[in-house]
């Protein structure tokens, strides 16, 4: 029996997680199809009680839908609890699962790059830099600095973490004109907001005070090299784009939708391949 996902949002028609789950069904000859399904807000509430009704093994969940579909489930993973927002579904029988996945995501696209932990700098204080603040915390940095051109954003992603008494004082909060003096003695380096994606400004910040052992990474993959990374590379710091993130982080939905008795995917897990990024890459809506 064909199984059944797919990936809703509203809208949705710019999504590249079809591309992405298309490919792995395709490489693995496994009889499924993963398709975009656009939900209305008004909808949605409907659409997820009964997914198992129509069909479906599980979805992704783009925006506007994120917040919403986590309070809708009871059974929610670490990540998607203290993120507040579910990006996967799955469908166990009658029961809902929801996961966050953008942590594993950014997790496995910097982790082999990442040596020194002492200290990273987050540019941007939106969704997906709760996500990245919490992968850093678990891969272990010791002092994190948020800075956002809207200050109380920054401020409340650490109230956020400092709840979990645990993650308390890792976090500080720096002013966004202060941002390429702050830099200095980082190991770690993270645009998470909009600048210098196609069609928006470009993210104008220094990086000269940066130690040449610092990695620089971008959640923005289009353009795949944008600026931040362009002037990292040409002062010889190691600079990481934002594709395989993406990538990753619809690994974990992947593998327990398609393969969920583990009989298909080598390790239980579908590759992250230089293939993969050059497919995803072709998309016409990818400059
Ligand atoms: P996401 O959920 O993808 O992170 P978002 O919540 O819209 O998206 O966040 C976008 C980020 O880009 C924010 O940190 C935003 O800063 P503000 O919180 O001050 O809005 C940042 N951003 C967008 N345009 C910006 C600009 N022109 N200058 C500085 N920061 C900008």
New binding site residues.
């Given amino acids: 029996m064909t199984i059944k996902a797919g990936v809703i949002g509203y809208p949705i028609k710019h999504s590249l997680s079809p591309r992405i789950h298309n490919f792995w069904l395709k490489k693995y000859g496994i009889d499924g199809e993963y398709k975009t399904y656009e939900v209305k807000p008004e909808d949605l509430e409907n659409f997820i009680i009964t997914l198992s009704q129509q069909g479906l093994a599980g979805v992704n969940v783009t925006l506007p839908h994120k917040e919403k579909i986590f309070s809708l489930i009871r059974e929610n993973d670490e990540s998607a609890d203290i993120l507040g927002a579910v990006n996967t579904v799955i469908c166990n029988d009658d029961e809902l699962a929801g996961f966050n996945t953008d942590t594993y995501g950014f997790t496995e696209n910097v982790r082999k790059h990442v040596k020194d932990k002492d200290k990273a700098v987050v540019l ?6 709760r996500a990245v603040v919490l992968s850093l915390i678990k891969l272990g940095f010791k002092e994190i600095i948020i800075t ?3 200050i109380e ?1 920054a401020q409340k992603i650490k109230q956020l973490f400092d709840i979990y008494a645990y993650y308390k004082d890792i976090i500080t909060v720096s002013e ?1 004109n202060d941002r390429s003096e702050i830099i200095i003695d980082t190991d770690f380096l993270v645009n ?4 210098g994606m196609i069609g ?2 470009e993210l104008a910040i220094d990086i000269s005070l940066l130690p040449k052992k610092a990695v620089v990474t971008d959640i923005v993959y289009n353009p795949l090299e944008t600026m931040l990374l362009k002037q990292a590379r040409e002062q010889e710091n190691i600079a990481i784009d934002g594709l395989d993130m993406l990538l990753y982080q619809a690994v974990p939905g992947f593998r327990k939708w398609f393969d969920p008795h583990k009989r298909t995917l080598k390790n239980n897990e579908p590759e992250v391949t230089q293939e993969l990024r050059d497919y995803v890459l072709s998309d016409a809506s990818l400059s």
């Fill in positions: 941007g204080a939106g969704g997906a830099a956002n051109r809207t954003k966004w998470t907001t909009s600048l928006q400004a």
